[in-house]
């Protein structure tokens, strides 16, 4: 048990790291940006897997070493028990005198015949539910009868049903992270496109899983995400976030969206549909953008920006536009004349400069005065290269190498545009909200509160009941009467049993008492 308790700390101690630093199966993008910005220290941590705790290969050993030192002392102690429960109480020691508790009295030959009376009559109705004993004159210790009495068996059973629900917990554990997937995904609120359906990986923005899954048996519904609200107190700490969403399942998500179930999504309080649980993870904006060309086709493109304060929601990000066929019918001349849009944006924003119209930051985290201030570039935006791109900066390399040039630099607030050299005309629109939801699978979870419920009532148990035991000796005396000597013993010193022993004793002693006496219905 020793290397179970050493191994448990050690499991302890390792998963602070976890709490500490970015995971990457919670967020990639802070792992990355940690190692960028702690530089050799950050690449030590990536090689001691402090970014990967909890599937790393020493926590794993961890796990696996404490899951056997546990079996290793689980066998031994069970079988123990199970011979302790099938054995008869130990024979009383020889002199009782020495023990904690001890109580003795002569009893008069008027009440004593013999010592089968006496313990049918005197003893046996007050032991009925422990495990009791008779020894003979010729076995005991002293040479006289004597009486053995054991109870609290059901300790050590709550403590290996403790111990027993920790292994088992541990198997379970392992077995959802084998089995489990979650995933994350961004859906702008308010749209009519603003739903997420659990039914392909490529749903998700980002997507994690099991050994044993792949993202090919997800359990099917659809999100439609109508609304989200924030409340802020006047310092801009925020009280409340609540989404207002509807879902459906199965045959239900061909019907009008209207008629989906209704729910109120919040923050730890997450929807629990067809054995997913899907969660409030974050919250931003999106701003939305609105290109119209000299020839009169328009686009309009909407896409979040990530919050850079997390207090007001100054927010950055980029957009990219493909001009209209129509005006350049050419490959190249097209992939010249893309249109790139970077910049930050203030829910409610801050201008300083000598005519205010510099925009430096966000006053609140609330849309109260939405403006942009944003860098409009024309060129090759990388639209068409067949390479991923971030959706939050746009490809420096391009700009370096002059693919992508900066034509304006413009600060807009909501409803208003400006015009390019050429005549194009960028308006900006406003902003919505987005939500960051994620989705979780664990099959175990529900077996997992049932194996913690058990293990609190084993742990409860093994620290409330008492291992007692209790012994009697009668001892003839030459003038007819018989010394009746009481003792009793406890395996742990707990408070109480003095007491309990004291009412025991009376009892069989028959010494005066004004407390009625009480049977105990600890087993």
């Not at 004597?146 to 403790?162: I, K, M, P, Q």
């Not at 409340?231 to 976030?241: I, P, R, T, V």
């Not at 067949?386 to 900066?406: A, C, E, M, P, R």
Request: with cysteine; aromatic share 10%; proline share 4%.
């Amino acid at each position: 048990m020793r290397t179970a308790l050493i191994l448990l700390f050690l499991l302890a101690l390792g998963a602070i790291p976890g709490a500490i630093l970015p995971q990457r199966s919670l967020n990639q993008e802070k792992v990355d940006t940690y190692i960028a910005d702690n530089g050799k220290l950050g690449q030590i941590y990536d090689k001691l897997q402090l970014f990967d705790v909890f599937s790393s290969t020493w926590f794993t050993a961890i796990y696996v070493l404490l899951f056997i030192s546990l079996v290793g002392c689980i066998i031994p102690r069970t079988w123990e028990h199970y011979k302790a429960m099938r054995s008869q109480p130990v024979r009383a020691p020889k002199n009782l005198n020495r023990l904690p508790h001890y109580r003795a009295r002569a009893i008069p030959a008027s009440d004593f015949s013999d010592t089968d009376t006496f313990a049918r009559t005197r003893i046996s109705p007050l032991f009925k539910r422990w495990h009791t004993r008779e020894t003979s004159a010729s076995e005991d210790r002293a040479g006289q009868w004597s009486f053995s009495a054991e109870r609290g068996y059901a300790r050590e059973f709550c403590n290996l049903v403790f111990h027993i629900g920790l292994t088992v917990m541990l198997v379970f554990i392992a077995a959802g992270r084998l089995m489990y997937y979650e995933g994350q995904v961004i859906v702008i609120a308010g749209n009519e496109n603003s739903q997420f359906c659990n039914s392909a990986v490529a749903n998700f923005d980002s997507f994690w899983h099991g050994a044993l899954g792949d993202g090919t048996r997800l359990s099917p519904y659809c999100l439609q995400i109508e609304d989200f609200k924030a409340d802020y107190l006047s310092n801009g700490q925020a009280k409340m976030f609540t989404s207002d969403i509807r879902y459906a399942t199965k045959n239900d998500v061909d019907k009008p969206t209207s008629e989906w179930t209704k729910y109120t999504l919040k923050v730890n309080h997450p929807l629990r549909i067809a054995g997913d649980r899907v969660y409030l993870q974050g919250h931003g904006y999106a701003p939305s953008f609105t290109v119209k060309w000299p020839d009169g086709e328009t686009r309009t493109g909407e896409i979040q920006w990530q919050p850079t304060d997390m207090t007001n929601f100054l927010s950055a990000g980029a957009m990219r536009f493909d001009p209209p066929a129509g005006m350049c019918p050419d490959l190249q001349e097209r992939r010249k004349n893309q249109l790139a849009i970077q910049g930050m944006y203030a829910p409610t924003a801050v201008f300083i400069g000598e005519n205010n119209n510099v925009l430096s930051a966000s006053r609140f985290p609330t849309q109260d005065d939405e403006a942009v201030a944003i860098d409009v570039f024309r060129g090759d935006a990388g639209l068409d290269t067949g390479v991923g791109q971030s959706i939050f900066t746009l490809d420096t390399s391009l700009i370096h190498q002059g693919l992508l040039s900066k034509i304006d630099r413009v600060n807009l607030r909501k409803g208003e545009k400006t015009t390019l050299n050429d005549g194009t005309e960028i308006t900006f629109n406003g902003a919505k909200p987005f939500v960051n939801l994620q989705v979780s699978h664990d099959p175990t979870q529900g077996y997992l509160l049932g194996i913690t419920l058990i293990m609190l009532a084993g742990l409860v148990g093994s620290v409330s009941i008492k291992r007692r035991r209790m012994w009697v000796r009668v001892t003839p005396q030459g003038d007819g009467t018989a010394l009746v000597e009481t003792a009793g013993l406890a395996r742990t010193d707990r408070a109480g049993w003095g007491r309990e022993f004291n009412k025991y004793a009376r009892a069989i002693l028959q010494e005066p008492d004004d407390d009625e006496y009480e049977d105990d219905d600890e087993d």
